[in-house]
């Protein structure tokens, strides 16, 4: 009897291309088992859930935790948004986010004119304020609400007599009787606004309505931040927080756009880097315009050719290093494209147009990339992965330059991952590629694994141990490093380790959990249509014995598809299955119920010399199985 030893392929994972013959080094299938090199295979480690009851109910690809610098976001779904403080003790704590819409509904709110408004019986404006004289009548502006759509708002009044009530057209809001800022939010049951008073003397100042939305659309975000300002888009929803309101003094605060797109949001050396952009906002916003059209007469790179450009998704946008101000960073960059509103847009005019012609902010379009759908730092450079192509972006004094890097581009705008040394991604092949700062390209390919991610694939990386996962809503690939790693049990759309070593803060699918794993070895070809006989399967693992696993044989009689498959024998004898099967082809198969609590470092088959027996070939307890992936 021959002894045949099959453990280097623990440390390589699944083949890595498709015309690779299999061999003793590659694994067919390692369902919910990471291989970690010459170490053997380890279980795949379950995923923890701190922010809520394990047992959860997930819609893919929600639950996200996004964690950027001082910034951890958790996306519970597409409606509802929460940060998470760094501070807290682990399970950490998360604060609902309350997220405005970028339009500041109220027109004239700060009383800079006698306009806008209009005024009942004891009301006027002047000196900057409304002000009212024993007034039992309303200060009111039309047609400003969507019912019924919740509202927040936020105002200053003086008072020395009566009562006055902010109502959002017949909901009244809560009555107030003394002096102070006021901040509530408001269900509106009609478009009208009005303040409601009752003997009323004194003045309001301040007045802010924005209306309470949520972020919308239904893909992963990818977050940026700066500090204590962020920045998320979905592909279809833009996200940002910004220190305060301009022109209230407002605490932080939360805005969508729903009128602007943006597929990529990016940092390149401390900038904010946005890319692949549309919307209403790009297309005919007059700030936006006219912000484009100043940087094409005074950019230095190209006039002649970007002259009759219009800004499109090939396009990225750069602002100020950092944001520029300490007080109000990227407030100058946000109004360039007119948010949150005009009066910001007008008040920074001329400050925007000074730092478009000193090239702090600007423009660039891609040339080789097609649409960007993501941006990401790699090295001193930024990358950028288009729809038809990906290329190295480098900065210079006028501004980037474009070194094309592949004419392949991004299958899903989600399926990048890595830190500023390497970035790995799933192109439009569905082949796994590597990207790095020294070393350029490096296809890997897994290209007939990853052709079953036929959905949104999320790509994350967990910068302590370099793992990178590519996830769907129904499995999972991980890649360590030494090989590529399958699991259905785990979703980590979010993956990322705690401070404190705990565990890892993500996402876990529990319907079935605990889940199998499952290692599938390569198919031993036996030379001239020889017929072997394997008589035992040794597992040999790290644990006490290996009485968790089940162990087996496909096998065949000649080169074909249909392989059969004995029922499972149980593992005995620290580790031990006897088979007994005679055939020409084989594959290992084990089995453990709970991958959890599984370690495999390696098979041991012994195999000799077989004659071909009917009961064997024909035993009516093996199952016949159509093979996909052979």
């Given amino acids: 009897m021959a002894d045949l030893t099959l453990n280097e392929y623990f440390g390589n994972g699944l083949r890595p291309k498709r015309d690779m013959a299999r061999d003793p080094r590659y694994c067919r299938e390692m369902k919910n088992m990471i291989p970690l090199g010459p170490r053997g295979a380890r279980p795949l480690r379950q995923v923890t859930y701190p922010l809520?009851?394990?047992?959860?109910?997930?819609?893919?690809?929600?639950?996200?935790?996004?964690?950027?610098?001082?910034?951890?976001?958790?996306?519970?779904?597409?409606?509802?948004?929460?940060?998470?403080?760094?501070?807290?003790?682990?399970?950490w704590t998360a604060t609902a986010l309350s997220v405005y819409s970028g339009v500041e509904s109220v027109?004239?709110?700060?009383?800079?004119?006698?306009?806008?408004?209009?005024?009942?019986?004891?009301?006027?404006?002047?000196?900057?304020?409304?002000?009212?004289?024993?007034?039992?009548?309303?200060?009111?502006?039309?047609?400003i609400l969507t019912a019924p759509s919740t509202y927040r708002i936020k105002y200053t009044i003086t008072r020395s007599a009566g009562t006055i009530t902010p109502t959002f057209g017949t909901t009244a809001g809560t009555t107030r009787s003394t002096s102070g800022t006021f901040t509530e939010e408001v269900v509106a049951d009609a478009t009208g606004f009005s303040f409601v008073t009752s003997g009323f003397t004194g003045t309001v100042d301040n007045v802010s309505i924005r209306e309470l939305v949520t972020p919308g659309g239904t893909g992963p975000f990818r977050l940026v931040s700066f500090s204590d300002v962020w920045f998320a888009s979905n592909g279809t929803r833009m996200l940002y927080r910004i220190p305060g309101n301009l022109d209230t003094n407002d605490t932080p605060y939360v805005h969508t756009?729903?009128?602007?797109?943006?597929?990529?949001?990016?940092?390149?050396?401390?900038?904010?880097?946005?890319?692949?952009?549309?919307?209403?906002?790009?297309?005919?916003?007059?700030?936006?315009?006219?912000?484009?059209?100043?940087?094409?007469?005074?950019?230095?790179?190209?006039?002649?050719?970007?002259?009759?450009?219009?800004?499109?998704?090939?396009?990225?946008?750069?602002?100020?290093p950092g944001g520029a101000e300490n007080d109000l960073?990227?407030?100058?960059?946000?109004?360039?494209?007119?948010?949150?509103?005009?009066?910001?847009?007008?008040?920074?005019?001329?400050?925007?147009?000074?730092?478009?012609?000193?090239?702090?902010?600007?423009?660039?379009?891609?040339?080789?990339?097609?649409?960007?759908?993501?941006?990401?730092?790699?090295?001193?450079?930024?990358?950028?992965?288009?729809?038809?192509?990906?290329?190295?972006?480098?900065?210079?004094?006028?501004?980037?330059?474009?070194?094309?890097?592949?004419?392949?581009?991004?299958?899903?705008?989600?399926?990048?991952a890595g830190d500023d040394q390497e970035?790995?991604?799933?192109?439009?092949?569905?082949?796994?590629?590597?990207?790095?700062?020294?070393?350029?390209?490096?296809?890997?390919?897994?290209?007939?694994?990853?052709?079953?991610?036929?959905?949104?694939?999320?790509?994350?990386?967990?910068?302590?141990?370099?793992?990178?996962?590519?996830?769907?809503?129904?499995?999972?690939?991980?890649?360590?490093?030494?090989?590529?790693?399958?699991?259905?049990?785990?979703?980590?759309?979010?993956?990322?380790?705690?401070?404190?070593?705990s565990g890892l803060l993500g996402t876990a699918s529990t319907d079935n959990d605990p889940q199998e794993a499952q290692i599938v070895?390569?198919?031993?070809?036996?030379?001239?249509?020889?017929?072997?006989?394997?008589?035992?399967?040794?597992?040999?693992?790290?644990?006490?014995?290996?009485?968790?696993?089940?162990?087996?044989?496909?096998w065949n009689m000649r080169n074909s598809d249909q392989f059969r498959r004995p029922g499972f024998i149980d593992v005995t004898d620290r580790g031990r299955a006897f088979v007994k099967k005679t055939g020409v082809n084989f594959r290992p198969v084990l089995k453990a119920a709970n991958y959890k609590e599984v370690d495999c470092d390696g098979i041991s088959l012994n195999i000799g010399q077989g004659k071909p027996s009917v009961n064997n070939i024909m035993a009516a307890t093996d199952t016949i199985l159509s093979e996909t992936n052979v």
Avoid at 73 to 91: I, K, M, N, R, W
Wanted: proline share 3%; aromatic share 12%.
């Fill in 52 to 91: 809520d009851s394990p047992s959860l109910s997930v819609s893919f690809p929600f639950p996200q935790i996004l964690r950027d610098e001082d910034t951890i976001l958790y996306f519970g779904s597409a409606s509802t948004v929460s940060e998470v403080g760094y501070t807290s003790a682990y399970p």
């Fill in 423 to 501: 970035h790995m991604f799933v192109n439009s092949r569905y082949e796994l590629m590597r990207l790095t700062a020294g070393g350029g390209l490096e296809r890997l390919d897994y290209s007939e694994h990853l052709e079953n991610l036929s959905s949104t694939t999320v790509a994350t990386f967990d910068q302590q141990r370099r793992y990178y996962w590519f996830s769907t809503s129904t499995r999972s690939y991980c890649w360590t490093g030494f090989g590529l790693g399958e699991s259905r049990a785990v979703r980590p759309m979010s993956l990322f380790r705690m401070e404190d070593n």
């Fill in 257 to 320: 756009v729903a009128d602007w797109s943006v597929q990529a949001v990016g940092k390149h050396n401390n900038t904010l880097v946005l890319g692949g952009m549309a919307g209403t906002r790009i297309t005919s916003n007059a700030y936006t315009l006219a912000l484009f059209n100043h940087w094409k007469s005074v950019q230095k790179q190209n006039q002649t050719i970007t002259k009759h450009h219009v800004l499109n998704s090939e396009y990225i946008m750069y602002s100020e």
């Fill in 329 to 416: 960073p990227f407030q100058v960059f946000l109004a360039a494209l007119g948010l949150p509103g005009a009066y910001e847009a007008d008040f920074f005019q001329g400050i925007v147009y000074s730092r478009v012609e000193n090239g702090e902010i600007g423009f660039f379009r891609t040339r080789e990339c097609g649409p960007i759908m993501h941006l990401k730092q790699l090295g001193n450079n930024l990358v950028a992965y288009g729809e038809y192509g990906v290329s190295l972006l480098m900065r210079d004094e006028n501004g980037y330059q474009e070194q094309p890097i592949s004419t392949v581009g991004l299958k899903y705008r989600e399926a990048v």
């Fill in 107 to 143: 027109t004239n709110g700060r009383f800079d004119e006698d306009a806008s408004w209009t005024k009942g019986t004891g009301w006027t404006i002047s000196g900057g304020t409304a002000n009212a004289t024993t007034a039992s009548a309303t200060l009111a502006q039309a047609g």
């Fill in 521 to 554: 070895g390569p198919i031993i070809r036996q030379p001239n249509g020889q017929t072997m006989e394997i008589t035992s399967i040794d597992v040999m693992t790290v644990e006490a014995d290996a009485t968790s696993w089940t162990a087996t044989a496909d």
